[in-house]
């Protein structure tokens, strides 16, 4: 018998073959628990090489990716929740292989709290401006426990970390 990952109710074979249950990493999930996984999500990343983000989520249960990009579900699935007591934490994610890690911070989304040196010339680009930089970038918003402050995780290939900080101060 099958159960579904979030809710735990059994899913039918009619379910499955009306695709109103999928499959996911770990088991089966009903459509309507997917999308709820998914709508508050542990993390929300993007990836880049010059042109459009791609856009991955990752839930407490399943992985979305809407597009083909190999080091962003690497860097979704790295990521895990950290906690720093019984009641507060953060979820966190590692450096695709032969990646780097150049910007690791959290921010006030709600008065802008933590915006600034390095944190506020990439939100002034990346955000504001929309510029994306030629090399493959990943940003990456972690929830934390904080309901007004979310993390932030930027990336680059290992090889292109002085090109970073060149874009950024350019
Ligand atoms: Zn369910």
Known sequence: MTKCLACEETITKVEKENWDAVEAKDGWIHQGCRD??????????????????????????????????????????????????????????????????????????????????????FHEKWSENKERPEFPLIVAFPRTSNLFSTGLEVYVPTDNVEDFTAWLEA
Do not use: M, R
Not at 58 to 68: L, M
Not at 89 to 94: D, L
């Open 36 to 121: 709820d996984d998914l709508a508050e999500p542990a993390v929300q990343a993007f990836y880049s090489e010059g042109g459009e983000d791609i856009i991955g989520v990752k839930g407490s249960y399943c992985t979305d990716i809407y597009d083909y990009a190999p080091e962003l579900e690497e860097y979704l699935d790295s990521v895990n929740w950290k906690s720093s007591d019984g009641w507060h934490g953060c979820y966190e994610g590692k450096a695709p292989q032969g990646w780097e890690n150049v910007i690791d911070t959290w921010f006030c989304g709600f008065d802008g709290h933590n915006i600034e040196g390095l944190t506020e010339k």
